[in-house]
């Protein structure tokens, strides 16, 4: 029904940059809240960023400043900005939107995930 896919990780070095993208597609009505996730090993899935569709963004406090959530509404698609790559930045992130599909049902919805390791 809605479909959310994820691009961009990959290896970095320290202070190196990646950009993330998910697009959401399928039958999608209105897109509310969009956020990025992450889950390092043996570690539990934690909350790095969220951006509602109207309202300000909001961080983890230890990616303020080096992050930056984006969305572009036209092409259902959100950005995840990492500047000043740290090894502990080192996960598999995951894209989430709450969304509001045409049968007027609203739920969260996961993208498969994308590996990010920033290492020397």
């Known amino acids: 029904q809605v479909q959310l896919v994820e691009s961009g990780g990959g290896l970095v070095q320290p202070g190196g940059s990646l950009r993330l993208s998910c697009v959401a597609s399928?039958?999608?009505?209105?897109?509310?809240?969009m956020a990025w996730y992450r889950q390092a090993p043996g570690r539990q899935r934690e909350l790095v960023a969220t951006?509602?569709?109207?309202?300000?963004?909001n961080y983890k406090d230890s990616v303020k400043g080096r992050f930056t959530i984006s969305r572009d509404n036209a092409k259902n698609t959100f950005y995840l900005q990492m500047n000043s790559l740290k090894p502990e930045d080192t996960a598999v992130y995951y894209c989430?939107?709450?969304?509001?599909?045409?049968?007027?049902?609203?739920?969260?919805?996961w993208g498969q995930g994308t590996q990010v390791t920033v290492s020397s």
């Open positions: 951006l509602p569709s109207v309202g300000m963004s």
């Open positions: 989430n939107a709450e969304v509001r599909t045409y049968d007027y049902t609203s739920r969260p919805y």
């Open positions: 399928g039958s999608i009505s209105n897109i509310y809240v």
